[in-house]
């Protein structure tokens, strides 16, 4: 599948039933793009959440960490909108033992200006949330 925003090859990653309230209507997964980190809706996701450590080093190991920091990237696009859904992804990337403003700021080192929002200044804005 194609990213919607870059045309970049995109990665499907399934979401738990507790995470979907985040997801764009009523999908069961989401795709992150490789190229822009875009993420879009995924209904017919594998069963097993893949290696996201593939889009960079800097997305955590860890499934409880990495799927909601996939849907963190997801919805940088408009912090406004999204707040208070952001707010809550953070919190829940702590309790699984990561810094998510340590991830944005390795990712906005790996992707700079490909990304689909400047990670760097929205780093920034994720840091007043907390």
Request: aromatic share 2%; charged share 25%.
């Amino acid at each position: 599948m194609s990213c919607s925003e870059c045309g970049g090859e995109t990665l499907a990653v399934p979401v738990p039933p507790e995470l979907r309230e985040y997801l764009p209507g009523n999908a069961v997964g989401a795709t992150i793009c490789r190229t822009c980190l875009a993420m879009g809706p995924a209904e017919d996701p594998p069963e097993t959440i893949p290696d996201l450590t593939v889009l960079d080093d800097a997305i955590p190991s860890n499934p409880d960490a990495a799927v909601p920091m996939v849907l963190i990237l997801g919805l940088l696009d408009s912090l406004a909108l999204h707040r208070q859904e952001i707010t809550a992804l953070l919190e829940r990337a702590e309790r699984a033992g990561t810094d998510p403003l340590l991830v944005v700021d390795r990712l906005a080192d790996s992707y700079g200006g490909d990304a689909h929002v400047d990670l760097a200044r929205r780093r920034h804005q994720l840091e007043q949330l907390l």
